[in-house]
DNA sequence: TTTGTATATATGTAGTACATATTTATAAAC
DNA sequence: GTTTATAAATATGTACTACATATATACAAA
């Protein structure tokens, strides 16, 4: 048989709701709202687009949803300020997203890790120097491997919020089931967290009290190098 | 008067849907569904909860915005494989976010550019280096800003491609609007792209055909330096 | 000035009816 | 026997109505 030729697209099947979001879309994106103003009543909107308030809600449903409007009885929708990171954190689900997707996650926290010498000398403080400095000490008298991850993370997550970037920080909260998911079940990943640590995060935080962004930055690499065996 | 204890909650106060919500939520996380599974139909779920189709189909309606389920006429719904930065595009709008969010992002864009050597060293093809040549080559004879500017994007966008991972890929795509906003708005975020690129870039290359990750970071830093003073 | 009460109003929930698309079964045609 | 038509069944999609609920507003009472 002939095959059908690839750019034959299937005929736009856009229910009634999806052509309201894109309208609705298309009004908020061209009226340059800003946060705290008010929409139209669902009633009006209904009226004005001609097609039922339910069809209208479940529209409006999808913009709450993502976090665009909110809505409180008797005070209509306002515009609000999405949660960039909500949205994504609500779908972080290693039982959901497929392997692929996952190991370019694993990658993309190694690749911000790496990044982030800078920020890191920018924002230090004696005090998180200070309280890396115990994590370290508790991480050399670890005497087994539970110990060991606990203190790994514990270093890291101090790292994150020593760069001063809420996002960032967040970002990697929501990434670190996606990280444990890959060490476990992925096949050449090996997990050495317990072999490279406790020399490596000394390394590191010396390197922070006393080197440069480039010397951080490389040593991290070094810290995270096998991982990189994907 | 005596101040309220911060300690005060305001009271839960989550509607009909919201529950449904959550209930639904429990379910699937709890019931360990994969991607193509199916889900008890509206009436069904309606009749187990003892609340209304309207509102089931409402808190459906959620999951379908996030990605996570997927419904056919006539074939119920099934679970999905969601996007993940997919909802995260629908509110990156400049317009919607506060500043200091945005600054975060922009300064996330830093980070991942500054780390990104070793997959880019792991990845390279000969191809890829020709097609980076004749855009540095592009740079080199530019003559205006605006041609700067296109091909600083260009050297950019090939060089997250090179990387080999869409999902950082497509991250930087996203952010690449952010990056405008924040070169334009910002006050005390000089734009250097016209200034430095058309030595930095060239470095850049040749690192990237003869040198070291390390030495192809440091040199990235150089050329994103002057973004630093946010 | 505060507190209570009534009223209007916009969203939230329920229920019914029907539209629409897709599957399944069955019959007809070659 | 394989394909093509046709019909019935089914689950989601849309519309409409009615009422519940919370909140703003106005006004009265303390």
Redesign the pocket.
């Known amino acids: 048989m002939k095959p059908l030729s690839v750019k034959l697209k299937p005929i736009e ?8 979001e894109l309208t609705l879309q298309e009004y908020l994106r061209s009226g340059n709202f800003m946060p705290g103003d008010s ?8 009226d004005a687009l ?9 529209a ?2 999808r913009f ?1 949803t993502l976090g665009i409007i909110e ?7 306002v515009i609000s300020t999405p949660d960039i990171l909500g949205n994504m954190e609500r779908v972080l689900n290693p039982q959901l997203l497929d392997d692929e997707t996952m190991r370019e996650i694993f990658e993309l926290r190694l690749v911000i890790e790496m990044g982030l010498g800078d920020l890191l000398f920018k924002r230090k403080t004696d005090a998180a120097l200070a309280k890396l400095e115990t994590i370290v000490e508790k991480c050399e008298k670890a005497t087994n491997k539970v110990e060991y991850i606990k203190n790994d993370a514990e270093f890291h997550a101090v790292l994150y919020k020593l760069s001063g970037n809420k996002t960032i920080q967040r970002f990697q909260k929501m990434l670190l089931p996606i990280f444990e998911y890959i060490l476990k079940r992925m096949p050449g990943v090996a997990d050495t967290r317990e072999t490279t640590n406790y020399t490596s995060h000394r390394a590191l935080l010396e390197i922070l009290k006393n080197g440069t962004p480039e010397e951080f930055n490389g040593q991290m690499r070094d810290h995270l190098r096998n991982y990189f065996t994907i």
Do not use: C, H, Y
């Open positions: 099947n856009l229910t009634q709701v999806d052509k309201i929409i139209p009543k669902e009633l009006e909107l209904a001609g097609v039922s308030r339910t069809a209208i809600r479940e409006l449903s709450k809505s409180r009885k008797n005070r209509g929708m």
